[in-house]
């Protein structure tokens, strides 16, 4: 064999083994599969003040992210807790699930769907003027149960190489949610008479009083007024804050 037969030879190798490099991928982090960057901006509205603590509601954060296209195109969703106060044990579910627990979060697709938003290509289909002109956007729901009071960061992003995190063409924003109060201690009120002839006894029908609230849950269902040395409970309002 000849020098120059030989060099061909190595050469030849040398090609074939960067065609097989070029050719290799590695999945995507997110199990979704790689979309054009369609998203060209992101929005959100939140569904009820956020209060911390174990009785508080859970905080709906509904996330809109918008295309520039008429068409119906595949986005991929994403959401990654980026900042907690200190102390916080906020983590992500490790299954979407209707309800969302104690100290945790979840991405779906509904607000009370079973599909991780980051799971599968989501279609952006829908149009509304009052969101995104006559563009189509998708919308993906950030359910969370904080669980201390403090300030909370959240990137939301396009995943579009579905590599896990932000990079390359992904089109990102921040959430900062500022989690108030704590939902663990009981509603506290003092009673006092509005007058000084008025008393807990006056009369058949009860009193005048004034109500001072010391302290409000994050859903407040019931206000009750306990009359003294009697067992009654008058119900004065039911109401969501």
Known sequence: ????????????????????????????????????????????????????????????HNVFFKTSTTATVNINPAAILTSTPAGSVLARMSTTNATTTANSWQFNTTVNGTTASDSANV????????????KTYSQQFLRVKYDLA??????????????GYVSGADLSTTLTVVVSGSGTTALKATVSATNSTSSTLATARGSLVKITLLMLLATLQTLMLVVESRSLCQVLQRFHM
Not at 51 to 58: H, K
Not at 154 to 163: A, C, K, R, S
Request: charged content about 10%; proline content about 2%; glycine content about 8%.
């Open 123 to 134: 279609s952006a289909s829908t149009i509304a003027a009052a969101v995104n002109t006559t």
């Open 1 to 60: 064999m000849s020098t120059k037969t030989t060099f061909k030879r190595v050469a030849l190798v040398a090609v074939a083994a960067l065609g097989l490099g070029v050719l290799s991928s590695v999945a995507p982090a997110s199990g979704v599969t790689a979309t054009t960057g369609y998203v060209t901006s992101i929005s959100t509205t939140t569904d009820n003040a956020p209060v911390a603590g174990a009785n508080a509601a859970e905080t709906v």
């Open 150 to 163: 403090g300030t909370y960061v959240w990137t939301l992003y396009e995943d579009v190489d579905g590599n």
